[in-house]
């Protein structure tokens, strides 16, 4: 029972790091990202590939998937950047199943559907499961501790400033002189690594990633953490990520006691359930739980 | 002909009418976006459900094939109007991202209705077994010269909707103007009722006729989106004649990319057709803008 709660607490702090990051594009600058789950993908593959292909130690190996998934955010940014935000929606969903397409079937890279197994875990043989599980919780929740305060920092930062003006209004920004292009680049540059770190993060807790866990439905958990918290806000991405482990668990128990429903209705209900959940938020409260807060500027004080 | 062109000439007719198909969902979803102005991802779960719906009529029912077609049609039809009126007509005052999300949301969960309903097995349309005619090295399926057939009529019974009548001369006048069209009292709102019943019938025909050729599920229309969407993009968001021209590039690349790889990558031939259009040509083939 505690290493499933350890479990829990661990990909609460996975899927709070990529609120984090989603939050950057989607929460400050108002740009779209249906294929978050493509970039985890980069990271997590990354890892794994260049830790038991390449022998680099993890840390490295991490570092390689946060940049590639970077790389590759900003390449689709500057594809689109001159377009209607809604190129960038069809170019970030189709990088996810592209992604996915070529992971299923590059089998001298990736080993196709079966997936890539033993991957490396920190100490993973010389400790128990318990252990290992706190110490990976210790590790993850360190990195969403320092991503809080740099996301926090990014916010009340001149950056975050001219972000949230192109979401507010672009032309207004670019009449400001602001170079909105080479902004929203960089934001969804930032973005997309943090979430590769998350996936590699998750390639080294399990030590098992295959295609078939990178499913669009996974996008919609990480805008429902988002949405459930509050978009804007670093602390709403951060406790809405725990929420959304905690209502998707709490299903998983749930779903089993209905009579008449077979496991394939019981699952189908299940993602029914997030999606038509991800559609009332959007609709009724897009505030989330923690509004936005603008930072405040000090005014100087009024003369006389 | 040598073996060599012989397979060109195969792979270019296979692609035709591959891309001929994929015309139809690619001109709903670029009817809708002309129209309403968002990539309207539900597209997806509504070819899923015509197909379904086909073959409720075509296997449970027992119906010849182009009555299920009509029903496919009509089904997905129907539930685009009543899915956009409840769930996305509300989002899009708030911009288009927020609608574009949600109608990610809502494929998923159309998708899983279709689950629920059916479960994940493979099923296949109840056809006659048909040997393939044979034009000197070019093979050809009857089954698949019909559904060439189908997606022709339909496109000429929309090209002459949209060009004749007073109703398609109203959408096309939404799509160009919409503050000018409401100016000339057009209803805004019952033409994209009208758009949503056209763009989602024909995405629900199109999800049938690519079922047809091979077997359905739930992830049927998933699995053809990113194909549906390069057609629309290659030929230029927004433009119906060049959701046919995208289609066909679209269609006949993907096949003549199978000299050099391997059919799983066919979607991702697609993609990179996104691609290379957003750098080079944005706006697409026939497309207006794209900013």
Redesign the interface.
């Given at each position: 029972m505690e290493n499933y709660l350890i479990a829990m607490a661990v990909t609460g702090c996975i899927y709070a790091l990529m609120a984090l990051g989603l939050n950057v594009i989607w929460g400050f600058a108002?740009?779209?990202n249906?294929g978050l789950i493509g970039f985890f993908a980069v990271g997590a593959y990354a890892t794994a590939l260049a830790t038991l292909k390449f022998g680099l130690p993890m840390v490295a190996g991490m570092a390689t998937g946060a940049a590639l998934a970077a790389a590759a955010g900003a390449g689709v940014a500057m594809?689109?950047a001159?377009?209607?935000?809604?190129?960038l929606?069809?170019?970030t969903?189709?990088?996810a199943?592209?992604i996915r397409?070529?992971s299923?079937?590059t089998i001298w890279l990736t080993n196709g559907t079966d997936g890539i197994s033993g991957i490396a875990g920190p100490m993973r043989g010389r400790l128990s499961p318990t252990e290992f599980n706190l110490l990976y919780l210790g590790i993850v929740a360190a990195i969403v501790v320092v991503a809080y305060v740099l996301a926090e920092r990014l916010r009340a930062a001149p950056f975050g400033r001219v972000l949230r003006a192109i979401r507010d209004d672009e032309q207004v920004a670019a009449v400001a002189g602001k170079h909105v292009m080479a902004f929203k680049i960089r934001a969804f540059a930032i973005s997309a690594g943090a979430i590769g770190l998350a996936g590699a993060l998750y390639a080294h807790y399990t030590s098992y990633i295959a295609p078939d866990l990178f499913v669009?439905?996974f996008?919609?958990y990480i805008?429902l953490a988002l949405l459930a918290g509050g978009l804007g806000n670093n602390r709403g991405a951060v406790v809405g990520a725990f929420l959304i482990v905690f209502f998707l668990e709490s299903t998983r128990f749930v779903i089993p006691w209905i009579p008449g429903v077979?496991a394939?209705?019981g699952?189908?209900?299940r993602?029914?359930l997030?999606?038509?959940l991800?559609?009332v938020l959007?609709?009724y409260n897009?505030q989330g739980l923690v509004p936005e807060q603008l930072p405040r500027l000090k005014l100087p004080a009024a003369a006389g | 002909m040598p073996p060599f062109l012989a397979e060109i000439a195969q792979l270019v007719v296979n692609g035709v009418m591959a891309g001929t198909i994929l015309a139809v969902p690619a001109i709903g979803l670029t009817a809708i976006y002309a129209v309403l102005r968002f990539p309207n991802f539900a597209l997806a779960s509504h070819a899923t459900i015509g197909a379904f719906a086909g073959y409720v009529a075509n296997v449970k029912l027992g119906l010849p094939v182009l009555p299920s077609v009509l029903c496919a049609f009509l089904a997905a039809g129907l539930v685009g109007v009543v899915s956009d009126e409840f769930v996305l007509k509300p989002f899009r005052a708030a911009g288009f991202i927020t609608t574009a999300i949600a109608s990610i949301a809502l494929t998923i969960g159309l998708e899983n209705l279709v689950r629920f309903a059916f479960g994940n097995e493979l099923r296949g349309y109840d056809l006659p077994i048909m040997r393939d005619w044979r034009f000197g090295d070019i093979r050809v399926g009857p089954q698949q010269l019909q559904n060439l057939a189908i997606a022709v009529v339909a496109m000429v019974l929309l090209f002459a909707f949209l060009a004749f009548t007073r109703t398609g001369k109203a959408m096309r006048a939404v799509a160009d103007n919409p503050m000018l069209a409401a100016i000339k009292g057009i209803n805004a709102d019952a033409v994209s009722r009208l758009v949503n019943f056209v763009g989602m019938g024909l995405a629900g025909l199109g999800g049938m006729l690519i079922g047809l050729d091979t077997t359905i599920d739930p992830l049927t229309g998933f699995r053809a989106i990113l194909s549906i969407f390069a057609a629309a993009v290659v030929g230029g968001l927004g433009s119906i004649p060049g959701a046919v021209v995208g289609a066909l590039t679209v269609g006949v690349g993907e096949e003549l990319c199978l000299l050099f790889l391997s059919p799983d990558y066919r979607s991702a031939v697609g993609f990179m057709a996104i691609l290379l259009v957003l750098t080079l040509r944005p706006r697409g083939i026939l497309g207006a803008r794209a900013y």
């Open positions: 108002g740009m779209v249906l594809i689109t001159r377009l209607r935000g809604d190129y929606a069809i170019v969903l189709g990088l199943e592209t397409i070529v299923a079937n669009p439905l996008t919609l805008k077979s394939v209705q699952a189908a209900l993602e029914l997030i999606a038509a991800l559609i959007l609709r897009p | -």
